[in-house]
């Protein structure tokens, strides 16, 4: 029964662990996987994944012409929507946007077609821009739509204002695109010769998406899944039934919250470039709690036999590192919700599990003290049976 202590389970679950964040990265869509699949045989030396909307730009800039050849697609759309790329000399905005503008046509076929958006009461009339648009079409190939087009621009728009836009059919012409989230985000700067995109900086920005997931990543792996790893250890071992079901339980908790935890942790290495104070003490925290989790996971391989001389001590340390990094992480998702400072549902959300878990903590020490002090008292004719819920961790507890 000591094939958890072999080795090689624990192994497989650390190796897997520590290989996460290279496997993470490869889960992200890239705007080159697209770039083979044009129509024409166009092909693009430039390509970027535009912040929000599922929206790509790929282009060549000739410098010497200062001719622009773009496509800009978006993804997941239907024949029900339409589609406009901007360039916009009068700010990061809607009024002024030099549009292009596409959608398929009562008859099927795709329309494209330029527009000078001089109002928010704009219907997207055509009409022509403020620089020369020689060529311009569209296509709808399943779920992607893609304006094609050719600019002639001046010498000094090498990083022009975009601003783009997705909407719907009302009555076979462009109607108003919603006016909230992604949609209002929807703007930012491009430079044609570096391929640099920014975004707005503001709500729905990818960088906002990408501290979005950063949260979330952390708050379930460091800020629940590990809790939920230290309850499990804590109080299922108390149950005979349990054992050694609780040792699995724990080591895949906390093996899968490490692996969460770490990919969560490097989308936050991303991210470090703020450095107000407050980011810095966040960053260290979880840097950390990466260091401290690291430890944990090879502690497992070194983890003397349950009746070796130095698993006292082993024990002490595990459970002062686990609860240290318990702790820290709990602080670190509220530091994190302070930095980024989320609508209130989100904190509130958080305090919930906090207190789910911490109300748990507490029925379950009860309900353990209880069973133990039974035990003991019932076991105390036969002195070979101990269960102390602090003592030891290791499974097989308590069988003579
Ligand atoms: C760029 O434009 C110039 C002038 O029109 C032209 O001679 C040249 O071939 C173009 N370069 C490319 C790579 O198309």
């Given amino acids: 029964m000591n094939g958890a202590r072999t080795g090689s389970p624990h192994l497989a679950l650390l190796s897997l662990a520590l290989l996460s964040p290279f496997l993470a990265p490869s889960l992200a869509q890239t705007c080159q996987s697209q770039s083979h699949a044009f129509s024409g045989n166009r092909d693009y030396a430039s390509c970027a994944e535009l912040p929000v909307l599922s929206s790509y730009l790929h282009w060549n800039y000739n410098e010497t012409s200062n001719v622009a050849d773009i496509a800009f697609r978006v993804t997941g759309v239907t024949s029900s929507n339409w589609l406009s790329w901007a360039i916009n000399p009068a700010g990061q905005q809607m009024v002024g946007s030099q549009a292009l503008v596409a959608y398929q046509n009562s008859s099927g076929s795709m329309w494209a077609y330029t527009s000078s958006v001089d109002s928010y009461q704009t219907c997207l009339t055509p009409g022509n821009l403020s620089f020369g648009v020689p060529n311009i079409s569209a296509v709808l190939e399943g779920s992607d739509m893609t304006i094609f087009a050719t600019l002639q621009l001046s010498s000094g728009m090498t990083t022009v204002n975009q601003v783009w836009q997705?909407?719907?059919?009302?009555?076979?012409?462009?109607?108003?695109?919603?006016?909230?989230?992604?949609?209002?985000?929807?703007?930012?700067?491009?430079?044609?010769?570096?391929?640099?995109?920014?975004?707005?900086?503001?709500?729905?920005?990818?960088?906002?998406?990408?501290?979005?997931?950063?949260?979330?990543?952390?708050?379930?792996?460091?800020?629940?899944?590990?809790?939920?790893?230290?309850?499990?250890?804590?109080?299922?071992?108390?149950?005979?039934?349990?054992?050694?079901?609780?040792?699995?339980?724990?080591?895949?908790?906390?093996?899968?919250?490490?692996?969460?935890?770490?990919?969560?942790?490097?989308?936050?290495?991303?991210?470090?470039?703020?450095?107000?104070?407050?980011?810095?003490?966040?960053?260290?925290?979880?840097?950390?709690?990466?260091?401290?989790?690291?430890?944990?996971?090879?502690?497992?391989?070194?983890?003397?036999?349950?009746?070796?001389?130095?698993?006292?001590?082993?024990?002490?340390?595990?459970?002062?590192?686990?609860?240290?990094?318990?702790?820290?992480?709990?602080?670190?998702?509220?530091?994190?919700?302070?930095?980024?400072?989320?609508?209130?549902?989100?904190?509130?959300?958080?305090?919930?599990?906090?207190?789910?878990?911490?109300?748990?903590?507490?029925?379950?020490?009860?309900?353990?003290?209880?069973?133990?002090?039974?035990?003991?008292?019932?076991?105390?004719?036969?002195?070979?049976?101990?269960?102390?819920?602090?003592?030891?961790?290791?499974?097989?507890?308590?069988?003579?």
């Fill in 166 to 400: 997705v909407g719907p059919m009302e009555g076979g012409s462009p109607g108003t695109h919603l006016t909230s989230g992604d949609n209002i985000e929807s703007v930012g700067t491009l430079d044609f010769l570096s391929g640099i995109v920014a975004g707005s900086g503001g709500l729905g920005s990818s960088r906002q998406r990408r501290r979005n997931v950063h949260g979330v990543l952390n708050a379930v792996s460091w800020g629940t899944l590990m809790p939920m790893g230290a309850l499990i250890a804590r109080y299922l071992k108390v149950f005979q039934s349990a054992d050694p079901a609780w040792f699995y339980l724990h080591i895949s908790c906390q093996a899968s919250a490490y692996a969460v935890g770490v990919a969560g942790w490097a989308t936050g290495l991303k991210l470090g470039n703020e450095s107000s104070a407050n980011n810095k003490v966040h960053g260290n925290i979880g840097l950390a709690l990466f260091v401290l989790g690291t430890i944990q996971g090879f502690a497992l391989l070194l983890r003397p036999k349950k009746d070796h001389k130095y698993r006292l001590y082993w024990n002490v340390y595990h459970h002062t590192v686990g609860y240290t990094v318990i702790v820290l992480s709990i602080v670190n998702v509220f530091k994190g919700l302070d930095i980024q400072d989320p609508e209130q549902k989100w904190r509130t959300a958080y305090i919930g599990i906090v207190a789910f878990l911490g109300a748990g903590a507490a029925i379950l020490e009860a309900v353990t003290w209880y069973i133990v002090i039974k035990r003991k008292k019932t076991a105390s004719s036969t002195p070979k049976i101990s269960h102390s819920i602090n003592g030891d961790d290791g499974y097989n507890n308590g069988r003579a």
